[in-house]
C-alpha cells in the first residue's frame, strides 16, 4: 500500500507543485515578446504536432514569413482544417498537412521516406507534438506512451531526417532542431532498465521522464553536430505553462478548475510559440549559439542530470538499441 502511493501519489504532488510554482513565476514576470524575424523565403520546416496550440501559431507565423511549412500530424481532419484557416488569413502562405502518427515507428517512417523521395531541403525541424498524463497504454511498437510518443518517436523522425538537415544547413545559415520540452523535465528521472515504466506506472512520473528524455536527446545531439562540424544546432524550449488542449488529462477537480481559469493565468498559445519561434529563427542563434535550454526568450541552466553526459550517451546508445539503428 504504502509503496503504491509512493508510486503514484508522490510524483502528482511533485508535479503539481512545479506547476504551482511555475504558474505563480509567469504571473509575476513579463512574458517574452518575438522581436521582428527575418523573411524565410525559400526555407522549408516541419512542425510536428501543427495542427493546433503552440505548433499552429508556430505554423501560422512561419508561413506568414514566407517558409514552406509542413504540419505532421495523425490528426488529418485538423491539419487540413489548420492549412486552410492560415491559407485563409495568408493568401500566399505555403503550407500542408501530411500523415505522421509518432506512435507508429512504421509511420515515422513512411513520413520521412515520403518527404525524402519529393528531394526538398529541410532547414528547420520543430519537434512539437506531445501527450501528457494519458492512461497508461502502449504505443503500436510497445512502448509506454509519453516515451514513444515525446521521445522515441521524436528520436526517430530527427534521426532519419539528420542528412537532409546537414545537407541543407550551410555556412551562417545552420539547419534547426527545436524540441518543445517542459520545465517538468526537472523532476524527471531516466531508469535505463526502465524506461518503459513497467516497474512502477504513474502517468505523472511517465511524463516528467519522457520531458528529461527529450532534452538529454537535444543536448547530445547538439554536441555531437558540433563535433561533427555539421551546419546543424539542436535545442530545448520550454514554452511555459500554456492554454491548449495537453490538459484534458488533468485530475477532474483540477481540470474543472483548469478549465475556468486557464484564459485568464496561462500564456495563449501564440505566447507560448514566441520562444520557440526564437529558437527556429533568430539569427543571433546560428551555430554553437543555438544549442542549450531555453524559457521565455532567454538561455537558462537546468537540472544536473541534463548535463551529465554519461547519462546523455547512455540514453542514446540505449535508444538506438530500441529503433534497431
Avoid at 545537407?167 to 532542431?177: A, L, N, T
Avoid at 502517468?203 to 554536441?223: G, M, R, T, V
Wanted: charged share 20%.
Amino acid at each position: 500500500m504504502l509503496s503504491a502511493i509512493r508510486c503514484c501519489l508522490l510524483p502528482a504532488v511533485k508535479l503539481y507543485l512545479l506547476g504551482l510554482k511555475v504558474l505563480l513565476a509567469q504571473l509575476f514576470s513579463r512574458h517574452f515578446r518575438l522581436p521582428v524575424m527575418p523573411r524565410q523565403d525559400g526555407k522549408v520546416a516541419i512542425v510536428t504536432g501543427g495542427g493546433r496550440g503552440i505548433g499552429y501559431e508556430v505554423v501560422r507565423h512561419m508561413a506568414r514569413l514566407g517558409a514552406y511549412v509542413i504540419i505532421a500530424g495523425r490528426d488529418e481532419q485538423e491539419g487540413l482544417a489548420a492549412v486552410r484557416r492560415i491559407c485563409e488569413e495568408y493568401k500566399e502562405a505555403k503550407v500542408e498537412f501530411n500523415i505522421l502518427d509518432l506512435a507508429s515507428l512504421q509511420s515515422v517512417r513512411q513520413f520521412v521516406q515520403s518527404f525524402k523521395e519529393r528531394d526538398l531541403p529541410l532547414n528547420i525541424l520543430v519537434n512539437n507534438a506531445g501527450v501528457m498524463l494519458v492512461p497508461e497504454g502502449r504505443t503500436e511498437d510497445g512502448f509506454e506512451q509519453h516515451f514513444g510518443v515525446n521521445y522515441l518517436g521524436h528520436f526517430l523522425l530527427t534521426w532519419l531526417l539528420l542528412d537532409a538537415l546537414k545537407d541543407s544547413g550551410k555556412c551562417g545559415h545552420f539547419s534547426r532542431v527545436v524540441n518543445v520540452s517542459s520545465s517538468a523535465h526537472c523532476i524527471g528521472k531516466i531508469r535505463l532498465n526502465d524506461l518503459n515504466s513497467c516497474q512502477c506506472y504513474s502517468a505523472h512520473a511517465a511524463y516528467c521522464h519522457s520531458k528529461l528524455a527529450q532534452l538529454l536527446f537535444s543536448s547530445h545531439l547538439h554536441q555531437e553536430l558540433q563535433h561533427g562540424g555539421s551546419p546543424v544546432s539542436s535545442c530545448a524550449v520550454d514554452p511555459g505553462m500554456v492554454d491548449t488542449a495537453l490538459y484534458r488529462h488533468l485530475w477532474m477537480p483540477l481540470r474543472l478548475a483548469h478549465s475556468t481559469v486557464a484564459h485568464l493565468l496561462l500564456r495563449t498559445p501564440a505566447e507560448g510559440a514566441a520562444t520557440v519561434l526564437y529558437a527556429a529563427l533568430s539569427p543571433a542563434l546560428e551555430g554553437e549559439f543555438g544549442g542549450g535550454y531555453w524559457a521565455n526568450g532567454c538561455r537558462e541552466m537546468t537540472t544536473p542530470p541534463t548535463f551529465d553526459p554519461q547519462l546523455q550517451l547512455s540514453l542514446w546508445e540505449t535508444s538506438l538499441q530500441l529503433l534497431g539503428l
